[in-house]
T-cell receptor
Framework: GEKVEQHESTLSVREGDSAVINCTYT??????FPWYKQEAGKSLHFVID?????DRKQSQRLIVLLDKKAKRFSLHITATQPEDSAIYFC???????????FGKGTVLLVSP | NAGVIQTPRHKVTGKGQEATLWCEPI?????VFWYRQTIVQGLEFLTY????????DSGMPKERFSAQMPNQSHSTLKIQSTQPQDSAVYLC???????????FGPGTRLLVL
């Protein structure tokens, strides 16, 4: 089955800087890559996704890049704000089906 | 739109007791997923229904876990003879089907003593 590795376990940035979280996956059949944010004591909140027919997607301050050859995707948060502090999870759909395989999460701390 | 509803939010059971967790998907969503989150294992897929039919239960522990979706408005996850290692946050998600975004509920925190 699919395996997703999330490379940064923690990431600390200053407010206004950019943050980048990198993930790699193993299954070439994976075609859908969502990102979720989890704040302390709360559930997963969808933030952005990318499908395999594109290599870049932007939503306001969030940019997702997908490199299918390298089986790598990344989340870029520009102009970070303290409220961006949370755990971010990357995921990939398993073998092109609907169930998601998640990375272990990255704790992002944005200091004022 | 109330989002995905999960009840109860917290449940404490004694070892060997049964636990039933409930999920109400977003109205109109055809797919329901169950995941489990623990510190050690992270987020793990358990099972998935589409149009109430079970599609994939490859993540379900075979012996004590079962899931049903008797109608389009709710799904249940039942754990028989709960064990301490079943302690986790159980998350339900729903989507419109296909590779649509999965929206997660608040989760049920299960503690087995």
């Amino acid at each position: 089955g699919e395996k997703v590795e999330q490379h940064e376990s923690t990431l600390s940035v200053r407010e206004g800087d950019s943050a980048v979280i990198n993930c790699t996956y193993t299954d070439t059949a994976s075609s859908y890559f969502p990102w979720y944010k989890q704040e302390a004591g709360k559930s997963l909140h969808f933030v952005i996704d990318i499908r395999s027919n594109v290599d870049r997607k932007q939503s306001q301050r969030l940019i997702v890049l997908l490199d299918k050859k390298a089986k790598r995707f990344s989340l870029h948060i520009t102009a970070t704000q303290p409220e961006d502090s949370a755990i971010y999870f990357c995921a990939a759909n398993d073998s092109g089906y609907n169930k998601l395989t998640f990375g272990k999460g990255t704790v992002l701390l944005v200091s004022p | 739109n109330a989002g995905v509803i999960q009840t109860p939010r917290h449940k404490v059971t004694g070892k060997g007791q049964e636990a039933t967790l409930w999920c109400e998907p977003i109205s109109g969503h055809s797919a329901v997923f169950w995941y489990r989150q623990t510190i050690v294992q992270g987020l793990e897929f358990l099972t998935y229904f589409r149009n109430q039919a079970p599609i994939d239960d490859s993540g379900m522990p075979k012996e004590r876990f079962s899931a049903q979706m008797p109608n389009q408005s709710h799904s249940t996850l039942k754990i028989q003879s709960t064990q301490p290692q079943d302690s986790a946050v159980y998350l339900c998600a729903s989507s419109g089907g296909g590779q649509d975004t999965q929206y997660f509920g608040p989760g049920t925190r299960l503690l087995v003593l």
